[in-house]
């Protein structure tokens, strides 16, 4: 055989292959991929249970210093108190 029938026939040999590498590879890294985005998820989830609860105990706080009846969302101050701290 010449050089270039080798040459083909290692081109389509490598062609016919590639495709099944690529599926090989991607059932491998399918579990990866889906466990990365449940750890996303999972990370979104803890922050908003976070931020809840933060948010309660700010109430809870705030309803200490100033008694409820003076104290909702309809006071002027409100928004101000419910800003975080800048760093």
């Known amino acids: 055989m010449s050089r270039c029938a080798v040459a083909v ?3 389509v040999a490598l062609v016919l292959a590639a495709p099944t590498r690529a599926d090989y590879l ?3 890294a399918g579990p990866l991929v889906e466990a990365a985005h449940a750890e996303r998820r999972a990370v979104d989830l803890g922050r ?3 931020r809840t ?3 309660e105990l700010l109430e809870e ?3 200490v210093l100033a008694p409820k009846g003076r104290w909702s969302p309809e006071h002027p101050a409100w928004p101000a108190a419910r800003e975080p701290w800048p760093n």
């Open 48 to 50: 908003h249970i976070s």
């Open 26 to 28: 991607a059932g491998r």
């Open 9 to 11: 026939v290692s081109f």
């Open 61 to 63: 706080a705030l309803y």
């Open 53 to 55: 609860r933060w948010n």
